[in-house]
């Protein structure tokens, strides 16, 4: 009978089961009662809060929905119980063949806006999270046009890009880029452009704020380890930068995305959502519709129409979000 080798590896023989980790101890009678009397105390706190936040939420959804289901014309909002309940007014605003453009310009519009500023602001985030001189005088400049109304810097680029006297057409101009003027708020292959920019201007430094506070929270030490290492700038960016700052760029995109999507106060004093419709949005449509053809029931409808799509929008964007981010 001759005897196997020590050494000979066996097959077919299972390797043995690693242990598992105890599972932990159930939580005491008395732990779970703190437990639920600090979760009861919290609420309380909070309830007053809670309840005026929701008072303002949900009154005035409560009357859109309201005004959306009452047909004919609509003078006082008092009354409205005086017209008869109807769903004509989303029959009227789905069918319309119009909504579809409308749509479609306020995506254009939101992604014509959001992708630059986010370009932008992440660009100025890096460069003001060196260290150079005057970087305590050029922060703040950067973030002013966050402060200023939206009303004050559509009325400071509709001179900007005035056809007979604008900066904008001299500018271009003066570099060959055109050879005459432009008339960017009255042509409507220019006037969507001519809405675009103020947005972005308005909008870049909310980028700048959040990815520089992100920025600020990165170790030096992987930088320095990154150089050290020979990596370039280009490779710091993607293996430091980047991952440090993506989940703060995705939840800045979804909350700057949705608030652009339903923008007016660029476009109505600029184009009031010209010339021939081309830079009607949705909340354009909905101003017009109230205030221009008195009809507050479509405009209602229109409104919660808009306030489906930005909830579906940002359903999909969170979904999205927790996927790639955990």
């Not at 409308?102 to 890096?126: E, N």
């Not at 101003?287 to 053809?293: G, I, R, V």
Request: overall charge positive; aromatic content about 10%.
């Amino acid at each position: 009978m001759t005897t196997e080798p020590q050494h000979t590896r066996r097959r077919g023989v299972a390797k043995p089961a690693t242990p598992r980790p105890p599972a932990p101890p159930e939580p005491s009678p008395a732990l779970r009662r703190e437990h639920r009397r600090r979760s009861v105390f919290a609420y309380l706190t909070l309830s007053p809060t809670l309840a005026i936040v929701g008072l303002l939420m949900a009154y005035p959804l409560y009357v859109a929905i309201d005004l959306s289901l009452r047909g004919g014309q609509i003078s006082d909002l008092l009354n409205l119980e005086q017209n008869p309940l109807t769903l004509d007014n989303y029959g009227e605003v789905l069918t319309d063949p119009g909504l579809v453009s409308d749509i479609v310009r306020s995506i254009v519009y939101t992604l014509g806006v959001v992708l630059p500023a986010f370009g932008i602001g992440l660009g100025l985030a890096v460069l003001l999270n060196k260290a150079f001189p005057g970087r305590r005088i050029i922060r703040p400049l950067v973030l002013l046009p966050w402060a200023v109304p939206g009303v004050v810097v559509s009325a400071a680029f509709s001179w900007m890009f005035d056809a007979s006297y604008g900066v904008v057409n001299y500018l271009l101009r003066s570099v060959g880029v055109i050879d005459g003027n432009v008339a960017w708020l009255v042509d409507s292959n220019t006037a969507m452009v001519a809405v675009i920019v103020p947005t972005i201007w308005k909008y870049y430094p909310f980028f700048v704020l959040v990815l520089l506070a992100q920025l600020q929270s990165v170790p030096g030490e992987l930088y320095e380890a990154a150089r050290m290492d020979g990596a370039s700038p280009l490779r710091q960016f993607v293996h430091v930068t980047w991952p440090a700052v993506r989940t703060a760029a995705a939840l800045a995109i979804v909350i700057t995305g949705i608030g652009v999507f339903r923008e007016f106060d660029f476009i109505y004093p600029l184009t009031g959502g010209g010339p021939n419709e081309a830079t009607q949005t949705l909340a354009i449509r909905i101003y017009n519709e109230a205030f221009q053809f008195f009809e507050m029931g479509t405009a209602a409808a229109l409104g919660i129409v808009t306030m489906a799509i930005c909830g579906a929008l940002l359903k999909a964007a969170g979904r999205s979000v927790r996927r790639e981010f955990g």
